[in-house]
């Protein structure tokens, strides 16, 4: 999936995912696609709950190894 921008938080425990995230997402235009690396397993939910209750669109997430990947839109 093709993506504006990469923010890797993979080592990183909750809720600093959730923190980058937010950063990152306020310098983002509307439209705009940030993929997320996190290795902490609560991020799954955390990041699903975050992008729905923020108007934003979780376009997919993946796992590959131990590694959780996030595509989310801005909305």
Do not use: N, Y
């Not at 950063?23 to 992008?51: N, P, R």
């Amino acid at each position: 999936m093709k993506s504006t921008k990469v923010l890797d938080a993979k080592g990183l425990a909750c809720p600093m995912p959730i923190v980058k995230t937010r950063k990152e997402m306020k310098d983002m235009a509307s439209g705009e696609v940030l993929e997320i690396l996190a290795t902490d397993k609560g991020a799954q939910a955390d990041l699903a709950a975050w992008a729905k209750s923020g108007g934003h669109e979780l376009m997919e997430s993946q796992v590959e190894g131990d590694v959780f990947k996030f595509w989310i839109k801005k909305g």
